[in-house]
């Protein structure tokens, strides 16, 4: 194959790989295990095409999701290291091509979970859609520092979906899924944001460590942490949940703990002394996808 | 100029070969969705 020089790349037709790499596959395996176990620990069982047109509907909604917040932030990604290379700031995706793909991605999503799963999990998936895209990319993100915590309901919509759309109804479980997601997502970013501070500062984003310094962050990545641990094992504290779920619940939320408290004793300000904010950052992905495993297990096993 | 047109080409026959896979799939997942939905069982 050729090299070809093109004098706009932007005027081709994109390659399909790079609408695959708009939908952020990899924020989407997240979005996907969340809603699946959701779906999973539900009291009623749909039949499995239903389940997984359920599951396929959160990751397409999930997609649209990342296709819009790319559209929208094409400059901002431009002046990052890390998503300088996306296929809009790249030049090689017209951009309304993009913004078409991720609004008719976002209303098939929504218009196939009502068809195939029920009308109330549609309605939660367009509400975390437009919450995604309306009030934390375009309102919270570019304004203030708390974007991530507000922002982070978005993220935390998934389980809650999965449930609903197995039972036709919320209850107190999914709830408090939603609440871990929640009080989950500032520790989690803020890590990433404490060691790639620069990447926000010279994108202008407000992110926490821009704008208040990185030892607030620090104090405040500890401070989302305990009421996050306490929500963790709320589910086997309220009974709604067995003993393995309770027990590994703790132990992680411990780890959790100790690895918030080693971040909160950090005083690096250069991304190379971050061990701590990237071993928790790591730790927090394993976290999530762990107490949800282990709360599926408690729920099959019990 | 040609190779750019080339380009062209197979980008799209590609867009369409993934086009159709995911039509074809989704006639499929429709026709299950509507079996499980009417309660048959075979």
């Known amino acids: 194959m050729p090299t070809v020089q093109m004098t706009n790349p932007a005027a081709l037709p994109a390659d399909w790989r790079d609408f695959l790499a708009l939908t952020k596959p990899r924020v989407m395996s997240l979005v996907v295990f969340t809603g699946l176990c959701g779906l999973l620990i539900a009291p009623v069982m749909p039949p499995l095409v239903l389940g997984f047109t359920a599951i396929l509907c959160i990751a397409l909604g999930a997609g649209a999701c990342g296709a819009l917040n790319q559209w929208y932030e094409i400059d901002v990604d431009a002046k990052m290291r890390r998503t300088s290379k996306r296929p809009l700031p790249a030049g090689r995706m017209d951009p309304q091509a993009a913004l078409h793909f991720g609004v008719g991605l976002g209303g098939f999503s929504v218009l196939l979970m009502g068809l195939a799963a029920n009308w109330l999990a549609a309605v939660l998936l367009a509400a975390s859609i437009l919450f995604y895209v309306l009030i934390y990319t375009v309102w919270l993100k570019p304004r203030t520092a708390q974007n991530i915590v507000i922002g982070g309901a978005a993220g935390a919509f998934p389980p809650l979906i999965g449930w609903v759309a197995a039972t036709g109804q919320v209850s107190t479980l999914p709830v408090l899924l939603f609440a871990i997601i929640f009080l989950w997502t500032p520790p989690h970013f803020w890590a990433l944001s404490l060691f790639v501070r620069s990447d926000y500062a010279n994108a202008g984003i407000p992110m926490l460590p821009v704008v208040a310094g990185a030892q607030a962050t620090r104090r405040q990545i500890f401070l989302y942490s305990l009421p996050m641990a306490i929500a963790a094992v709320a589910p086997w504290y309220l009974g709604l949940a067995g003993a393995v779920y309770g027990l590994s619940a703790a132990i992680l939320s411990l780890v959790f703990l100790v690895l918030a408290a080693r971040v909160l004793a950090n005083r690096a300000n250069d991304p190379a002394e971050m061990g701590a904010e990237k071993h928790l950052f790591a730790y927090s992905v394993f976290y999530l996808f762990a107490l949800f495993a282990v709360l599926v297990a408690d729920r099959w096993l019990a | ?42």
């Not at chain 2, 380009?7 to 299950?32: E, N, S, Y």
């Open chain 2, 1 to 42: 100029m040609r190779a750019e047109e080339e380009l062209i080409r197979k980008r799209q026959r590609d867009r369409a070969r993934i086009m159709a896979l995911l039509l074809g799939a989704f006639v499929v997942l429709l026709f299950f969705i509507t079996i499980a939905k009417t309660g048959m069982n075979w």
